[in-house]
């Protein structure tokens, strides 16, 4: 069984920063972000596949940058310039090998617990 715990979520002024981590027990893996703010629908927001190449929603291309650290098995999430419509719980997921990033979240068996980002205004 894999295991998720994401962390680094919080409340921030529109413009700054948050890192988001994500400790995977098992990392051999294509991994995601992905997030769902309340009455929409979970969105893809990041991912990495196992060989490294990663993909990006449009709305936080050249803002936020997915990265993993294999030597503690942790998934990254840096976000920057957050905006108020970035509020959502953000989730980590895990599985399959896929060659390329999916944004479909059946692709993905494992999810962690999610973790809250609320950026004001």
């Known amino acids: 069984q894999v295991q998720l715990v994401e962390s680094g979520g919080g409340s921030v002024q529109a413009g700054g920063s948050l890192r988001l981590s994500c400790t995977v027990s098992h990392f051999n893996l294509n991994m995601a972000w992905f997030r769902q703010a309340p009455g929409e629908e979970r969105e893809g927001v990041a991912g990495i596949t196992f060989y490294g190449e990663t993909d990006y929603t449009d709305s936080v291309k050249g803002r936020f940058t997915i990265s993993k650290e294999d030597a503690n098995n942790t998934l990254y999430l840096q976000m920057n310039s957050l905006k108020p419509e970035d509020t959502a719980m953000y989730y980590c997921?895990?599985?399959?090998?896929?060659?390329?990033?999916?944004?479909?979240?059946?692709?993905?068996?494992?999810w962690g617990q999610g973790t809250q980002v609320t950026v004001s205004s």
């Open positions: 997921a895990a599985g399959g090998r896929l060659n390329f990033v999916s944004f479909n979240d059946f692709a993905y068996k494992y």
